[in-house]
């Protein structure tokens, strides 16, 4: 019987509340597959695939003694209890299928089995499935969720090289000598960064504020033409991220222009980032940085914001702050009692406005089952008073953004996702 030690960079996830559920939310649509068909691809793949102790968690639920956590493997675990058909009516539309993304994302995962489950929506527009994943950050964190959700397409796909497309890990391509000066500059930075980050003033604007109610609302672009990014940042000697990063930036200033109000003079965001070594494989298991990012919000042309943007990673990617924010969050959890280290971490994150991930995909349509995959998309949980989650991925030649909020900050995320698809005409003129 597995019985393992919750570890404190796992455990700093165990931490849901009634406004923020720590979550991770996937939406996958492929061509029409039923239930049967996925449980046995789920069971062929994952649990019986050529290296199924990556995945062991997902048999694991969590069980308490004293002070500590534990995985502990469910001994009724059964995949007809976590892959189960949707219970909504009139999932019919698009709209459908957001509003009941929504809805599912307020509600808590059974405690008393593993923290994870599957609901399949069969038919929707034109035939489409649309499965809604639904894991606990405590079992992984975004890279493991994308290494899970690929395991299971048809042919193998892994990428070890970070959260966000131009973004090495933070050891990558570094020789002995550099990466012992890393070693001696990471203990050194961190009381800096630790105090650049407790005195940044908190984002004050209608999207990061107001008292969030738990009630979330979902809505993501139509798949966007990936090559207008990449010329776009070819003409201004970018990167993808760069200017994928830039238009959240756009996005958000255009949606508060809208509604009468004025941007702050820049937007803080919470970009994860991987920290894990290269050719380390992907798991089950959280190995990242929670990174704060300045994103420009006035900045007069769509030109001069990516350049900003451009400016602000290269100085980070240069930096150690990736392994130093890692570094802290596990001392706190590790070093304090869990009230105080919870506190601490909710006031650093609280500064930010949203929550905004980047991941590239393969540059070729993917098939699960031997049915088409036409979209993915997944947000990570936000904390504290962050009601705000952006997710961005890109394959096979297209690009999507996903927008999760509360509603007391987006009544309806449509309007910001008009405002992303806006961005990219923009980039289109370009």
Not at 133 to 151: E, N, Y
Request: hydrophobic share 45%; charged share 25%.
């Amino acid at each position: 019987m597995m019985r393992e030690l919750i570890s404190s960079n796992d455990a700093i996830w165990l931490q849901d509340s009634d406004t923020n559920l720590m979550v991770i939310n996937a939406v996958i649509i492929t061509d029409h597959m039923d239930v049967p068909t996925l449980r046995r691809t789920f069971q062929e793949r994952i649990f019986e695939g050529p290296d199924p102790a990556r995945f062991q968690r997902l048999r694991c639920r969590i069980t308490e003694q004293g002070p500590l956590s534990y995985w502990e493997v469910d001994q009724d675990f059964s995949l007809a209890r976590h892959i189960v058909p949707a219970r909504g009516k009139n999932l019919k539309s698009l709209a459908d299928v957001q509003a009941y993304v929504g809805r599912m994302a307020n509600r808590k995962l059974k405690e008393d089995r593993p923290r994870w489950e599957i609901k399949v929506i069969e038919r929707f527009e034109d035939g489409a499935t649309a499965l809604l994943v639904r894991i606990h950050h405590s079992i992984g964190d975004g890279m493991a969720l994308v290494s899970l959700m690929f395991a299971l397409m048809d042919e193998t796909w892994n990428r070890t090289d970070g959260m966000a497309k131009g973004s090495l890990p933070p050891l990558a391509g570094l020789s002995a000598m550099q990466l012992l000066q890393r070693a001696v500059a990471i203990p050194l930075s961190a009381p800096g960064v630790l105090l650049r980050r407790l005195a940044w003033f908190p984002d004050s604007s209608h999207l990061h504020g107001p008292e969030l109610t738990g009630t979330k609302r979902v809505a993501w672009t139509e798949p966007l033409d990936l090559q207008v990014v990449k010329k776009a940042k070819d003409l201004i000697g970018a990167t993808v991220n760069d200017v994928l990063m830039a238009s959240v930036s756009g996005a958000f200033s255009t949606y508060l222009a809208r509604k009468g109000a004025e941007a702050p003079s820049r937007f803080l965001i919470s970009m994860p980032v991987n920290v894990r070594h290269p050719g380390m494989p992907l798991r089950c298991e959280n190995k990242f940085a929670a990174v704060p990012l300045e994103l420009p919000a006035r900045a007069p042309h769509t030109t001069h914001r990516i350049l900003a943007v451009k400016e602000r990673l290269d100085q980070l990617k240069q930096s150690t702050t990736p392994l130093v924010v890692y570094g802290l969050q596990r001392a706190l959890l590790a070093f304090l009692p869990d009230i105080i280290s919870r506190n601490l971490i909710d006031f650093l994150a609280n500064k930010c406005t949203a929550v905004v991930t980047n991941v590239a995909g393969p540059a070729h349509d993917i098939a699960m089952a031997g049915r088409k995959v036409r979209s993915i998309l997944f947000w990570v949980p936000q904390r504290a008073q962050i009601g705000i989650g952006i997710s961005i991925l890109s394959f096979a030649g297209k690009v999507q953004v996903g927008v999760i909020a509360d509603k007391a900050l987006l009544p309806d995320p449509a309007h910001l996702v008009e405002a992303f698809e806006e961005e990219f005409e923009a980039l289109r003129r370009l």
